[in-house]
């Protein structure tokens, strides 16, 4: 055991390039053991994983945490507080000094950003540690799909004409979908989130939401008032004018309407990590995104 020696406390400016680090090293080596091959690091990546810690550390300083021995960076942790939803964006634990205890204190750390909140969520890996420690936590776990791959255009129902692109200047109208679907208002996650997607919207007598389709092609978030609209914004997304492969990621139970669409599209269904919710249920038609959940 080396977690005698390690100290937790909050992250500083001087500690993003090393927990970015760590990050790559622990969630490489999780991948490794997969079986799968790492994603490719491209200076886009590098860019929004050091976006992210510095988002982190401006809008959720009390829930940015990092692990230190003989004053590197071994793990760190990122929770996000909106209204009243805490959720955990990110817990990685350097691979040398994994299972020492290290993950379990960085967890209770941010959790304690989340004291006096109702509902929290922890989108999570497949690695055994994590899983033992949100349901430890008293999270209740629901497991998850992914599909991935090309989409094949012949395949692609006729537009219904509903979604149009948007962009930042939604932020606003957006946060009031986000409250009715996760309960949650996004707030300054907007502005982050339309910076590295292409945002589709659809506001019609029929229901409303929003969609986020990363330019690496991974579909980051859907939220809408129903499961039609969130169907619409999903084709959308896999429709949208854009090269390369797709993602739709982290579907659970509650959202058929999504496993509908990956099937219709052809795109194969992979089983994922689980999502961990406490004081609720997951939210139907919603998508959550992995970063900013
Ligand atoms: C998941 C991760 C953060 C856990 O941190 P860690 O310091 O390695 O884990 P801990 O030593 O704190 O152990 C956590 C729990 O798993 C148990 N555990 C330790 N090693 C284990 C193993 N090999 N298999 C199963 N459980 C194990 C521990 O006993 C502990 O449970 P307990 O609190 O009931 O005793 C870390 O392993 C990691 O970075 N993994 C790769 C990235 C990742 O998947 N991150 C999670 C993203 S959601």
Do not use: K
Request: aromatic letters at 6%.
């Amino acid at each position: 055991m080396v977690d005698v020696d390690v100290t937790i406390r909050l992250l500083t400016a001087d500690d993003v390039d090393g927990a970015r680090a760590v990050q790559m090293r622990s969630f490489e080596a999780h991948d490794r053991a997969a079986g799968r091959p790492a994603p490719e690091v491209t200076d886009a990546t590098l860019q929004r994983q050091l976006g992210r810690f510095r988002h982190f550390m401006t809008h959720d300083p009390d829930g940015s945490w990092v692990a230190t021995l003989h004053d590197a960076v071994v793990g760190t942790a990122l929770a996000l507080r909106r209204d009243s939803l805490w959720g955990l964006s990110l817990l990685a634990v350097d691979p040398d000094v994994q299972s020492n205890g290290i993950g379990r204190r960085l967890l209770a750390a941010t959790l304690r950003y989340a004291h006096g909140i109702d509902t929290a969520v922890i989108l999570s890996s497949s690695d055994p540690r994590a899983i033992r420690s949100y349901a430890a936590a008293g999270f209740d776990l629901h497991p998850q799909v992914r599909a991935t791959g090309p989409v094949d255009r012949s395949v692609l129902p006729r537009s219904n004409g509903r979604a149009r692109p948007g962009d930042v200047s939604r932020a606003e109208w957006a946060d009031g979908i986000d409250r009715r679907v996760r309960g949650a208002a996004r707030g300054p996650d907007h502005t982050v989130m339309c910076g590295m997607a292409q945002m589709f919207v659809v506001d019609d007598s029929l229901g409303s939401g929003y969609a986020y389709l990363r330019f690496d092609g991974r579909i980051s978030t859907v939220a809408a008032t129903d499961d039609e609209t969130a169907t619409a914004l999903l084709w959308e997304c896999l429709a949208a004018e854009q090269d390369g492969e797709r993602t739709i990621d982290h579907v659970n139970g509650a959202q058929q309407w999504a496993v509908r669409v990956a099937l219709a599209a052809r795109l194969p269904i992979q089983p994922a990590g689980p999502v961990f919710w406490r004081g609720r249920t997951p939210p139907a038609s919603y998508l959550p995104d992995g970063a900013y959940l």
